[in-house]
């Protein structure tokens, strides 16, 4: 088990997928975690789960895209805890399948607002509640689609390489505080976002990774714990990608 200096984390799209397995093994280690999603019923269900099985985990609703929504959310977890060691950002939606002619504003909006300026939102946060600590530590959810882009998907890749690039630049605003920001790109991950994927697509991409399946959340989740654990301490700036071998 990770030795912890961290005991308060937020996870954003806590509820589902990639997210749900990290509240649950940041839970399982006894951190304290606030997860945060759009569901509110699924983020309360699993909070539901975690917390009968003896984890602290509290379930909070935002639009991780509303900017006033993510400031108030912070003021809400300032009230409830001196500090906040780990922010995960995890909140994203996919978006339709659609080639750059036929893609409307309001679908390119949609998904680079909740996948990037999200992300820019909930790091502001939490970088002016870090700093006065000077102390934490901040995971982004890029995507192997940063690295191998896919056509049909031009926001959703443009939004996961604009998280890696903010990841870098962040990295080297927020060092001198000891803050460390770094990401994870993973490769495609049995979750409900990869469920709503075409068949053909995932056939086509289970015989391009050398490893011939897809990743399991918790193997994700276990990236994440050590990035979040004193053992990565010389890690920031970094995005990580446990991807099967799809992208070398
Ligand atoms: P998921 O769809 O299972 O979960 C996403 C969660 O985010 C959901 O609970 C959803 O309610 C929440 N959410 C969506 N929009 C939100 C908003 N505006 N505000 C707050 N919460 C919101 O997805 P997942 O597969 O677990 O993906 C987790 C992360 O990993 C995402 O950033 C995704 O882009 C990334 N990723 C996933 C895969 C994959 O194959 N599953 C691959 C690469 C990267």
Redesign the pocket.
């Known amino acids: 088990m990770a030795a912890y200096v961290c005991t308060t984390a937020l996870v ?10 990290i509240v649950e093994a940041l839970c399982a280690d006894g951190v304290r975690v606030f997860l ?4 509110q019923d ?2 309360e269900e699993a909070v539901g789960m975690i917390t009968r099985g003896g984890g602290a985990a509290e379930a909070h609703c ?5 900017s006033a929504g993510v400031t108030r959310l912070f003021s809400v977890l300032r009230g409830r805890c001196d500090r906040l060691d780990l922010l995960v ?6 978006g339709a399948t659609t080639f750059i002619d036929d893609m409307s504003d309001r679908e390119w909006d949609r998904v680079i607002t ?2 990037l300026t ?1 992300t820019f939102y909930c790091c502001r946060e939490a970088v002016r509640w870090m700093k006065e600590h000077r102390h934490g530590r901040i995971i982004n ?5 940063a690295l191998m882009p896919t056509p049909g998907a031009i926001h ?1 890749s443009t939004s ?1 390489a604009g ?1 890696a690039q903010l990841t870098k630049t962040l990295a080297r605003e927020v060092a001198r505080y000891n803050l460390r920001v770094n990401a ?11 469920f ?2 075409d068949v053909k697509f995932k056939e086509q991409i289970l015989r391009r990774t050398p490893l011939g399946r ?2 399991l ?1 918790n193997e ?1 989740a276990a990236l994440v714990r050590f990035l979040a654990s004193p053992e990565a301490d010389f890690f920031t700036g970094q995005v990580l990608s446990p991807n099967g071998g799809l992208v070398m």
């Open positions: 954003t799209g806590g509820a589902s997928g990639i997210g749900r397995a945060a999603d759009l569901d699924r983020a935002v639009d991780v895209a509303d950002n995890c909140a994203a939606i996919m909740v996948n999200g959810f890029s995507s192997v689609a959703y996961k998280v994870v790109a993973p490769g495609y991950v049995e979750t409900p976002m990869l709503k994927l897809f990743a959340p994700i």
